[in-house]
């Protein structure tokens, strides 16, 4: 069949607007929040690849690579991207493990272009939403996480282009190279072997020849996505094209990413924690390890599902560092008797403790359907795929799983569109049961480091200086924006030297071919509003249903109409009656975050959307919080005339419109 010139939305593909608007983000087009996520980001990615050196698995790396900071930058990024992957120790987002290709290409071309600070940050910027949004639009299908390995593909090629200043043109052509031979990961060497570091080396590579190739003049197909025999149709069982290019400048990947704290997978990061707290309360009533009778861990179906496919495989002292990662008895185990899990507990002499393997022979894992279902409505791994696939997302979850599908959120439920409140509930609860009778429980909701859980500043610093990182590094990224090259080089140098064996590149100078956009002043200040909602979010399971059904259409009405009014109790009622507490939650965080975003994209001196308006708004939400904290009903918005002028739609039929599309 012959490649298609052009797709059926506006006569340009997928990736001529993918490429067209990534190909000129800058900087200051992302709000501070996502700049904030970008430094983050960095010093985890940083701190990954320094523990993967560290291990024995990483020295071998080192030795067939070379280091980090040698001249060679394509070699560099090979040695780097497979050092952070081994240990299973880097962030993840919707969609994917981004940071492998998106930081790394990034920091390996930054010593030999010259880039300053702002340079690659926008680099990764672009790199992040480009892998981001194409992962997304297959994330129904076979591949998923560091197993979706064409995530680096896109990351790559973005990365690189960006901080060459390339056109969009390369984009196009380089991006149609590179996924016209997309990797195909198979699950026997990925879950047991080192093959695991291809999943990221591979593609890294195809991705920078596909880069070689476009800026040579090499063509590429610009519809390879979308084509009847591309990619989608290849890597999706529910291809979903508009995820790639939704919500440009509002929908911000970036923003999803979610820190590790500990090595291993995210679908075990909870239990790890659970046990953690655990280790505590068996110091604290005096219990031996050979005092525990059984470990029992409920987890939502990823954690089940990640655990069943796991002990298919034999796991013990000898099995490689991949296998040791997504092993939830030994992690569990180790956690429990140590208080804590690290790269050291990875590598001999601890991963030869008997009593590490008796122990993770008492765990077992059992499914928790209230924990699937809150998994499923988060936005990652899996929530906003599913809410683009509309109708479709049953089928498709049900032919994985029968009674999955029995824990789908209503299928009215829209995409979000703002992730400014982006969620990833994958959490456990891990039960101790001891000889003598007694138990201890703990449970987490999701990981520490999980997007929408707090501060990921201090948890990336944190992350860095334990992987033995120099103090000065996590003060440097902080200012990065006001680094010039020098400070860059000096900044990636401080930060790698040492983890491997490594040459000094000579360092080429480049140039900056265009002008800097500054960014856009907003017409309406909304961080309190923001802070309002956050907090609010923090404490929602203690709201009544009636509140959040009236913050949520309140928050939905304000977005589609400008006007703050009342809001009926007749649709409050509705929408209580129709929908389930954790759908009310919900509705709340979407319908929050899209106000959100239609009003910092409001142009200065717009007066739709007046500043006390958003103040009465966050004056309501903040005593809505109050409740939650005092067991007070404050009646919040029912009923209380706000005093702004009403005009079109109003009252329960707009309001509950709002509460379904926001």
Same mark, same amino acid.
């Given at each position: ?36 996520? %970008? ?29 980090? %900071? ?24 919707? $969609? ?24 690659? %940050? ?12 194409? *992962? ?10 560091? $197993? ?30 590179? =996924? ?12 047991? *072997? ?53 919500? =440009? ?52 179906? =990823? ?117 400014? =409140? ?23 909701? !999701? ?27 996590? /003060?440097?990224?902080?200012? %990065? ?51 309002? /909602? ?81 103040? !009465? ?46």
């Amino acid at each position: 069949m012959t490649s298609a010139p052009a797709d059926a939305c506006g006569g340009r593909t997928l990736i001529r607007r993918l490429a067209d608007w990534a190909s000129d983000l800058e900087l200051d087009d992302a709000p501070e929040r996502v700049v904030a996520h %970008l430094r983050s980001q960095l010093l985890s990615q940083l701190a990954a690849a320094r523990t993967g050196y560290a291990h024995p698995l990483g020295r071998r790396i080192a030795r067939a690579y070379g280091g980090p %900071l040698q001249p060679d930058p394509a070699r560099a990024a090979v040695s780097l991207a497979m050092a952070a992957i081994c240990l299973d120790h880097d962030d993840t987002a919707y $969609a994917g493990h981004l940071s492998h290709s998106c930081v790394t290409v990034p920091v390996v071309y930054a010593r030999q272009l010259r880039l300053d600070g702002r340079r690659l %940050l926008t680099a990764i910027l672009a790199a992040d939403e480009s892998a981001a949004r194409i *992962t997304a639009a297959a994330t129904l299908g076979p591949f998923r996480g560091q $197993a979706a390995a064409h995530t680096h593909l896109a990351g790559t090629v973005a990365g690189r282009l960006r901080a060459l200043d390339a056109p969009s043109r390369a984009w196009v052509n380089g991006l149609g190279l590179a =996924f016209s031979v997309p990797p195909w990961t198979l699950t026997p060497g990925f879950l047991s *072997t080192d093959a695991k570091g291809f999943a990221a080396a591979a593609p890294i590579q195809t991705g920078l020849a596909a880069c070689d190739g476009a800026l040579a003049g090499l063509r590429g197909p610009a519809d390879v996505l979308e084509h009847p025999e591309g990619f989608l149709r290849r890597y999706a069982d529910v291809p979903l094209p508009e995820e790639a290019v939704a919500g =440009f400048g509002t929908l911000w990947h970036t923003e999803t990413l979610s820190y590790k704290t500990h090595p291993g997978s995210a679908y075990i990061g909870a239990a790890v924690d659970c046990a953690v707290d655990c280790a505590a309360e068996l110091r604290a009533a005096g219990a031996a390890p050979d005092d525990i009778a059984e470990v029992v861990v409920a987890g939502s179906l =990823f954690t089940s599902g990640l655990d069943r496919a796991s002990r298919a495989r034999h796991i013990g002292p000898n099995a490689s560092v991949a296998a040791l990662n997504f092993s939830l008895p030994y992690n569990v185990a180790t956690a429990l008797l140590t208080g804590t899990l690290g790269p050291a507990d990875l590598m001999p002499p601890a991963v030869e403790r008997p009593e590490r393997w008796k122990l993770a022979a008492k765990v077992r894992t059992v499914h928790d359907p209230l924990l699937s279902r809150a998994a499923l409505l988060s936005t990652a791994p899996l929530g906003q795929a599913l809410r683009r696939a509309g109708e479709h997302a049953d089928a498709w979850v049900r032919a994985a799983d029968e009674h999955a599908a029995d824990l789908l959120p209503p299928a009215w439920l829209a995409p979000e569109t703002d992730f400014r =409140f982006a969620t990833k509930r994958l959490g456990a609860r891990v039960t101790v049961r001891l000889h003598d009778g007694r138990e201890l429980t703990a449970h987490r909701a !999701q990981a520490a480091g999980a997007v929408g859980g707090g501060e990921h500043a201090a948890l990336a610093r944190e992350k860095f200086l334990r992987s033995g990182g120099h103090p000065e590094v996590p /003060y440097m990224v902080a200012e %990065l924006t006001d680094l010039d090259a020098n400070g860059v080089v000096r900044l990636i140098s401080l930060a790698l030297s040492g983890a491997a064996d490594e040459a000094q590149a000579e360092i080429p100078r480049g140039e900056r071919r265009r002008p800097r956009r500054s960014r856009r002043a907003l017409s309406v200040d909304t961080r309190a509003l923001e802070g309002a /909602y956050g907090r609010l979010l923090r404490s929602a399971d203690s709201v009544p249903d009636h509140v959040l059904a009236e913050l949520a259409l309140q928050a939905g009405a304000l977005a589609a109409s400008g006007v703050l009014s009342r809001v009926s109790g007749t649709a409050v009622d509705a929408l209580v009656a129709s929908a389930p507490r954790d759908v009310l939650v919900d509705l709340v965080r979407r319908n929050a975050a899209h106000l959100l975003g239609v009003l910092d994209r409001m142009p200065a001196g717009d007066d739709g959307l007046r500043p006390q308006v958003v103040e !009465q708004l966050r004056a309501h939400v903040e005593r809505a919080e109050k409740s939650a904290r005092t067991g007070m009903d404050t009646g919040v918005a029912t009923g209380v005339d706000m005093g702004v002028a009403t005009g079109g739609k109003t009252g329960a039929a707009q309001s509950a419109e709002n509460a379904h599309d926001g």
